[in-house]
């Protein structure tokens, strides 16, 4: 926090290089009062102070506007009530407010509203990204259909690499192979097959079906053996992370082409198949 805060609570230690202070504020017993903080980072302390000042400036239409945003998002969101126990009327709330904490505004390569993985590691990966993106649906059609196209028209290579907002792959196999999901993994062309059956949207799928079909021809083009069957570069790209199943070393990103061939690797991308001819 910058020592530019304006507020006579703020008291910082004085030493070098520090990353935290703290603030007292008192309230009087029974005393409503709005108090607002904000968290900025710049290069000086200089910029600092002028981003947090602008931000104070525009709180209240901010926050207005999320608070609308709100009221839009829960008008459609599906909800239980009468009877549920409250725990359950409580765990609906939180497994959406979770996933619509998932959807990213544009960032880095990703030009359009983007569905994460992880909120703390922020990165696409089209199994969860279509898992999430269904549930989504339900409470947002029109966000979750623009997240999960964003994932694939930002895609550096066909078959949807695992990427962060700044290019960078985040699963490689030791041989230097740019992994992302398997068809097998979330299943993800049932995802979307559910979402489209929710809404029977064309021109969503007309948009996607190039990106799908590119994708399935990927794995039969590169991750076929020279017996026919479908194989996993390695378990990161299975979704089975270090599974001795799959590896019995229990590795991640160790080449396993030659030592598996799954069961239902060979059926996912047979019934993802066979939704394409369906779109």
């Not at 068809?183 to 996607?208: E, V």
Request: proline fraction near 6%; include cysteine.
């Amino acid at each position: 926090m910058s020592c530019h805060a304006r507020s006579k609570a703020y008291n910082a230690h004085h030493v070098p290089q520090r990353i935290g202070g703290f603030i007292s504020y008192e309230v009087n017993q029974l005393e409503t009062q709005e108090v607002v903080f904000t968290l900025t980072r710049e290069i000086t302390h200089k910029q600092a102070y002028e981003e947090a000042s602008n931000a104070i400036k525009n709180v209240s239409n901010v926050f207005d506007e999320l608070l609308q945003e709100d009221e839009r998002f829960w008008s459609s969101c599906p909800k239980l009530t009468e009877d549920w126990p409250d725990a359950w009327k409580h765990s609906w709330i939180y497994d959406f407010e979770t996933t619509r904490m998932c959807v990213f505004p544009p960032t880095g390569v990703f030009q359009d509203s983007w569905p994460t993985w992880m909120i703390s590691k922020p990165r696409v990966v089209l199994a969860e990204n279509t898992l999430d993106m269904m549930r989504l649906h339900y409470a947002d059609n029109r966000l979750a259909q623009k997240a999960l196209l964003t994932v694939f028209k930002s895609a550096r290579m066909p078959n949807i690499p695992c990427m962060f907002p700044n290019g960078n792959f985040d699963m490689v196999a030791q041989d230097n192979s740019v992994c992302g999901t398997s068809p097998a993994w979330c299943l993800p062309f049932h995802q979307i097959y559910l979402m489209y059956l929710r809404q029977l949207d064309k021109n969503w799928i007309t948009q996607l079906y190039p990106y799908m079909a590119s994708y399935l021809q990927w794995w039969l083009d590169n991750r076929i053996d020279e017996e026919g069957w479908a194989v996993y570069k390695c378990t990161w790209e299975a979704g089975e992370d270090c599974n001795p199943r799959l590896d019995p070393d229990e590795t991640g990103d160790a080449d396993i082409t030659g030592i598996v061939r799954p069961v239902e690797l060979q059926a996912a991308i047979a019934i993802s198949a066979h939704i394409l001819t369906i779109f």
